[in-house]
């Protein structure tokens, strides 16, 4: 799985990470944006894309569960000259705010936002020492509440699944270990506590904590979770040919997609020793070839862009199917509710 590589990484300069809108044209273009659509964008973080599918005439409804992003956004809003809706609320519950005729398109750019890393009490970020916190809508169990409360077991699956993380065993007993004296509060400290079981090599391109960083962050906001009720609400919100584009940046977030359209194309493959069923109606046709890639240009520019992966499709006119989460094999990850917060 390539990490969010990107996230949580200074520039070159060792500064803050720009927000530059990852596969901008390619999205654009997969949306069909123009006027006279309505267009959601369930990620709207610092406006990137909204700005850019405004800028091609079409109306947006944006959503967001960062309180901080819809504050922020507000100037975009009054801009917009009543172009622009902008919403407090999480991109699983798209559905809820479509128009009663359905969406003309649905974008979704999955993970963090540059806006979240920069802010050091946010604590997405080990880069910038500030509270074990990592709450997208600020509210909920925290990753210090994980890290410092959840079981061994459960942290070894959480590193090694959402991060998989090579060292995830070793890394939790570390963990284990020093909170049983001393509780985990800062980004630094556990940062810190990684990197002395797990040192930086010259040859790593990452730092040893990223990974235990993105599965926190993954864990934290269930988000794996969300992206996979948002296909499903986004299947229900659009309109017969309205357009569903989704840009992941790390191989669960993608499986998932793959898997969806896959399932909803009717491309799923079956077992040959089981009986036949009757095939469904598709739900979605691709868009394209399948999967894009940015550009070795575009990367170069915007380093985020390294693994982002873009999927898109279109939809029928076929009755949207029932949302079965069993389709994508999750592993039942739901310490949470142990946790408490």
Known sequence: ???NLGEGEPDANGGPVRHIPVLLPEVLAALEAQPGKIILDGTFGAGGYTTAILGAGADVIALDRDPNAIA???ALVEA?????SLRHTQFSQLAE????EGLDGIVLDIGVSSMQIDEADRGFSFQRNGPLDMRMSSSGVSAADVVNR????????????LGEEKHAGRIARAIEKRRATEPFRTTRELANLIETVNPRKAKDKIHPATRVFQALRIFVNDELGELAQALFAAESALKPGGRLVVVTFHSLEDRIVKKFFSERSGKASGSRHLPMVEARPATFEPVGKGMVAATEAEA???PRARSAKLRAGIRTKAPAERADMS?????????LDKIGG
Do not use: C, V, W, Y
């Open 97 to 100: 705010h479509a128009p009663a």
């Open 1 to 3: 799985m390539a990490a």
């Open 72 to 74: 922020a956004g507000q």
């Open 80 to 84: 917009s000259n009543n172009h622009l």
């Open 327 to 335: 389709i994508f094999d999750l592993p039942d990850l739901a310490t």
């Open 150 to 161: 959840a079981k061994l077991t459960d942290l070894i699956r959480i590193f090694g699944f």
């Open 300 to 302: 170069e520019i915007n």
